[in-house]
């Protein structure tokens, strides 16, 4: 139990330490959002897809990747039913305010909406509350969301 509360502590302090770096809008990695990963493959396939460099778009000033033109077309034409919130940020971060990186297999869709979390085991703390999450992290995104 103490083992658990030392590793979550670890885990907070990372997040608040990260709250200080500048971030942009959309989490990417090496120029990618979502580190490539296809945003609509999570409704799709119900699991973390890899895009392709072939199939890519820009859209809020990140480089979105694809897994299939059929992906592609259906994020173009509705980029914010796809789309991570909080830019694909940690939801469990952002109920605390701030912005950290999150991991492709780290997710949930939750009322049609995709969410991602820093790893595995900070989305198992965020599933025990995820509606009281949310709504801070809507309410913190409002003012996160430009800072960088």
């Known amino acids: ?9 670890v ?5 608040s330490a990260a709250a200080f770096a ?4 959309i989490f990417s990695t090496s120029d990618k959002a979502l580190g490539g990963y296809d945003p609509v493959g999570y ?6 897809v890899v ?6 778009w820009t859209w ?23 789309a991570p919130q909080y ?9 605390r305010g701030y912005k950290a990186p999150t991991q492709p297999d780290a997710w949930t869709i939750v009322d049609n909406k995709l ?11 965020w599933n025990k509350d995820r509606p009281g999450y949310i709504q801070k992290a809507d309410t913190n995104w409002v003012e996160a969301r430009e800072k960088k």
Do not use: I
């Open 115 to 125: 969410y991602l979390n820093y790893n595995q085991k900070v989305r198992t703390e």
């Open 60 to 82: 809020q000033g990140a480089h979105w990747h694809f897994a299939s033109e059929k992906n592609k077309t259906a994020f173009q034409a509705e980029p914010e039913r796809f």
């Open 11 to 15: 885990v907070f302090l990372f997040f």
């Open 87 to 95: 830019g694909g940020y940690c939801a469990f971060g952002m109920s």
């Open 22 to 25: 500048q971030k942009p809008v």
């Open 1 to 9: 139990m103490q083992r658990n509360f030392v590793r979550l502590t």
């Open 51 to 56: 895009g392709t460099d072939s199939l890519t």
């Open 43 to 48: 409704f799709t396939e119900g699991k973390p």
